[in-house]
Nanobody, 124 residues
Framework: QVQLVESGGGLVQAGGSLRLSCVAS??????????MGWFRQAPGKEREFVAA????????TYADSAKGRFTISRDNAKNTVYLQMNSLKPEDTAVYYC??????WGVGSRYDYWGQGTQVTVSS
C-alpha cells in the first residue's frame, strides 16, 4: 500500500507564499525510484500539471503558470517532495495533489500513485 500525504496548504493573501510537502510511504515503495509531480485542480476545471522532478532531483519542469514563482524539490532521505510557491495569485487557488511516476516524470508521464490533495486558497 502506497500513501502520498500532502500538507502545507491554507489561506494566504495574494503575493504571499506557501510551501507544500508530500510524504510518501509504503512497505515496498522506494521513493527514489519515482519521478514526482505536483498537479492542481480548481473548482469547475480539469486537473492540470504544475511541476515535476526526476528521481534524483537533478531535473525539473514547470507549467508556464508556475515558472519563476514555484520551485519543486525533493529529499529522498525523507521520502518527501516539496513545492515552494511564491508570489501567489488568486488564480492559484486549487486543490494541490502530488503524484508518483514509476516510469518517468514530467507532464506527459503516467502517474501511478496520487495523494488526497491539500487546499490552497489565495485571497485578493
Amino acid at each position: 500500500q502506497v500513501q502520498l500525504v500532502e500538507s502545507g496548504g491554507g489561506l494566504v493573501q495574494a503575493g504571499g507564499s506557501l510551501r507544500l510537502s508530500c510524504v510518501a510511504s509504503g512497505r515496498t515503495f522506494s521513493f527514489s525510484y519515482y519521478g514526482m509531480g505536483w498537479f492542481r485542480q480548481a473548482p469547475g476545471k480539469e486537473r492540470e500539471f504544475v511541476a515535476a522532478i526526476n528521481r534524483n532531483g537533478g531535473y525539473t519542469t514547470y507549467a508556464d503558470s508556475a515558472k519563476g514563482r514555484f520551485t519543486i524539490s525533493r529529499d529522498n532521505a525523507k521520502n518527501t517532495v516539496y513545492l515552494q510557491m511564491n508570489s501567489l495569485k488568486p488564480e492559484d487557488t486549487a486543490v494541490y495533489y502530488c503524484a508518483a511516476c514509476a516510469t518517468g516524470w514530467g507532464v506527459g508521464s503516467r502517474y501511478d500513485y496520487w495523494g488526497q490533495g491539500t487546499q490552497v486558497t489565495v485571497s485578493s
